[in-house]
């Protein structure tokens, strides 16, 4: 069976600091795809980004960046010089080439102070 | 472009009545994905559908749930009766590649 871990309940800094979110997950499987979420205060779900399990290249997108390591079974989440409006609750998830289902972790609320 | 729509954004009726959630996929995707989240559990997938057609009823949680998919722009989450126990926040993606799911704004239910 596949899990992910978001050992990190809640989270909470001040603004301009940087922040990382942890993401460790398991699965047998050899191809497998790695999402993060945004939900806002609003409540929608948004997409952040995919990572397929055959390329380990991390990716820079603004301020954000996402560091995927095999060796370690981790999809570690970056924000660089966090804003206010960073605030939301933040998942991991994972999804087997072939399947549909994806299998969230639990969340990280993260909270940004002016 | 549209994103997946669902109505009503929030729902609150009595437990024993009977309470429809509905979605409107992105146009063009294939595949239909209704999620339920609690503070319990998490998010959870409860089933979905590839051309209007379930494929996976799997995380259904009892036969009060049920599902479909008339075409393949409308799709509805029927509880009847609802229970208190039922709510939740239900939100339904759609995806065009099999990879990536797109969500909708979720629909908050409340059962009394």
């Known amino acids: 069976a596949q899990k992910v871990t978001q050992a990190q309940t809640e989270i909470s800094v001040v603004e301009k600091e940087d922040v990382t979110l942890d993401c460790v997950y398991e699965?047998?499987?050899?191809?497998?795809?790695l999402f993060w979420y945004k939900q806002p205060p609003s409540g929608e779900l948004v997409f952040l980004i995919r990572?397929?399990?055959?390329?380990?290249q991390n990716e820079i997108s603004g301020r954000y960046s996402w560091n995927f390591q095999k060796s370690t079974s981790s999809f570690n989440f970056t924000i660089t010089a966090s804003q206010v409006v960073d605030s939301a609750v933040y998942f991991c998830?994972?999804?087997?080439?072939?399947?549909?289902?994806?299998?969230f972790g639990q969340g990280t609320r993260l909270t940004i102070n002016p | 472009d549209a994103g997946v729509i669902q109505s009503p954004r929030h729902e609150v009726t009595e437990m024993g009545q009977e309470v429809t959630l509905r979605c409107k996929p992105i146009s063009g995707h294939d595949y239909l994905f209704w999620y339920r989240q609690t503070m319990m559990r998490g998010l959870e997938l409860l089933i979905y559908?590839?051309?209007?057609?379930?494929?996976?009823d799997s995380g259904m949680p009892e036969d009060r749930f049920s599902a479909k998919m008339p075409n393949a722009s409308f799709s509805t989450l029927k509880i009847q009766p609802s229970e208190p126990r039922d709510s939740a926040v239900y939100f339904c993606?759609?995806?065009?590649?099999?990879?990536?799911?797109?969500f909708g704004p979720g629909t908050r239910l409340t059962v009394l």
């Open positions: 990572r397929n399990s055959f390329d380990e």
């Open positions: 559908f590839n051309n209007n057609v379930p494929i996976d």
């Open positions: 699965t047998r499987d050899t191809t497998y795809y």
């Open positions: 998830a994972l999804r087997l080439v072939g399947a549909q289902k994806l299998v």
């Open positions: 993606a759609s995806s065009s590649n099999r990879v990536t799911q797109y």
